[in-house]
């Protein structure tokens, strides 16, 4: 039996190469990343729909010890962050560790080797002293949860599974979601069919993506000064930290996101009734922002039609809605986000005692500092439970957890622990707080969002500063876990 790995990272996309190249900076180069996929590039090798893009700066999207000095608009697009993350593959050398089309189906823990043991589709299973999930929250496209989805006779589409071979030239296609992926989306549809209907259950605020390309002056000095990238860098880092104040908290700040957000609807919609069914009835960031300056001129051309009353269900001809009109089309785009494990795991995860992660998360994730969980020694999560960012990138959080998690697999490795297993009570006690400060953020403030399980428990979010995350990420406090030394003689 071969010697068990140092650590298993799952997922090749931000988080798992990321994780990888801290390790190998390090000095820890005994890990294997274990990918589904035939690619790097997590989610942006997935999301290849017409138009996708970030709605964070490129200068933030992008981890602070790989700059890309070359990013030819402010806000990259889809193709462009994944050269990016393929280009940091190469760079660091990575493909080497990676083993592609190789999907996981199970992980468990053995208590007396102190190891995890990863079983996959293809029944190779894969050992090593700790697991690091980068699966990462939005790898599962959702699916549509509407009678008669089986009975439409023409052609349907997720926009986290496009279908490139599909000519949308000519044709009447249905799109079901608003949210940040359907404002993207629908602008190149009405540039490509016949018309396009956009069906709404509930209006999103929005702010306009001031975008342009990058001069190529400007991208020379950042090649030939790299204190030029950084200082725009923190300039954009900054600049969403302090939207916090009126994203994370329903404060002044709030007020003034909605007053900006309802004179861009008022500069870019002239008809009453239209900004009438466009204008949200919730605070600004109790539901994602949505950054685009042309979905409301898309809604407004010609072949686009936008739908407000409720979907019944689909025919085999269409959707039909709750005031009785059955929508003829052609294609159904599916716009409805991903299947966020909010209360369960992606696959069964057993830790100490043969206990079941999936059973114990039934009513909502929790995690200490959103990546370690008593009862499962040595596992690491990259954006578990409640360390999402209402304002700011997601890389900024992630470099934060990747610090922390590297820093725990060498104390384990230089210490030569059996197993490190954060205690039940610090947990419980970090939670406890979290939860109570939850209760005055906008999330929790009444409207319904991917953000919330069923009963309202938010398990998403992180509740403060982007600076305040990783200031909590900055230290391993051992004394929040329990160390079992290796046994003498193993």
């Known amino acids: 039996m071969s010697r068990p790995a140092t650590t298993l990272i799952i997922g090749a996309g931000f988080a798992g190469l990321g994780t990888a190249i801290r390790l190998l900076r390090e000095g820890v180069d005994d890990f294997v990343i274990l990918e589904r996929g035939d690619d790097v590039g997590g989610t942006w090798r997935d999301n290849t729909y017409p138009g996708a893009a970030c709605d964070i700066p490129s200068a933030l999207y992008s981890f602070s010890f790989a700059q890309n000095p070359g990013w030819t608009h402010v806000y990259a697009r ?13 760079r660091y050398g990575l493909r080497r560790f990676i083993r592609f089309g190789t999907e996981v189906t199970g992980l468990t823990y053995t208590e007396d080797t102190g190891t995890w043991t990863a079983s996959t589709a293809s029944g190779e299973d894969h050992t090593a002293r700790t697991v690091v999930m980068a699966a990462g929250p939005l790898a599962n496209a959702g699916p549509p ?13 997720h926009s986290a599974r496009w279908d490139h071979g599909y000519d949308m030239a000519g044709k009447r296609v249905a799109v079901i979601g608003t949210g940040a992926s359907a404002v993207q989306l629908v602008p190149e549809l009405t540039r490509r069919a016949a018309r396009v209907t956009v069906f709404q259950r509930t209006p999103g605020w929005v702010l306009p993506r001031l975008d342009h390309r990058v001069p190529p002056r400007l991208r020379s000095l950042y090649h030939r000064r790299p204190a030029a990238r950084s200082a725009t860098r923190a300039a954009w880092f900054w600049g969403h930290e302090i939207m916090a104040l009126g994203l994370v908290w329903d404060t002044v700040g709030s007020t003034a996101v909605a007053a900006a957000a309802r004179l861009h609807l008022r500069r870019q919609v002239k008809d009453r009734w239209m900004r009438r069914r466009l204008t949200p009835h919730f605070r600004p960031g109790c539901k994602r922002m949505l950054m685009t300056s042309d979905y409301y001129p898309a809604l407004q051309r010609p072949n686009c039609k936008l739908v407000t009353w409720p979907i019944a269900g689909i025919s085999p001809d269409g959707v039909r809605t709750a005031d009785g009109i059955e929508h003829q089309v052609d294609c159904i785009v599916f716009a409805t986000g991903f299947d966020v494990c909010k209360t369960g795991t992606p696959f069964p995860i057993h830790g100490s005692g043969g206990r079941l992660l999936h059973e114990e998360w039934s009513r909502g994730a929790y995690a200490y500092k959103s990546v370690s969980v008593a009862g499962y020694p040595n596992l690491f999560f990259t954006f578990g ?3 999402g960012p209402g304002h700011n990138s997601a890389l900024v959080y992630m470099e934060a957890q990747i610090r922390y998690i590297a820093r725990a697999v060498l104390t384990i490795v230089d210490r030569g622990l059996l197993a490190l297993d954060v205690r039940a009570d610090s947990q419980d006690r970090f939670n406890r707080r979290l939860q109570r400060r939850l209760e005055r953020t906008t999330w929790n403030s009444g409207c319904t969002s991917w953000y919330l399980t069923q009963d309202g428990r938010n398990v998403t979010m992180y509740p403060g500063f982007a600076t305040q995350y990783t200031r909590q990420m900055a230290r391993l406090d051992l004394n929040d876990y329990h160390l079992t030394p290796t046994l003498p003689g193993t």
Do not use: H, Q
């Open 385 to 387: 439970p409640n360390s």
């Open 145 to 157: 949860d509407i009678p008669g989805v089986a009975s439409f006779r023409g052609r349907t589409i």
């Open 78 to 90: 889809g193709p462009e962050i994944l050269g990016y993350i393929r280009d940091m593959t190469e």
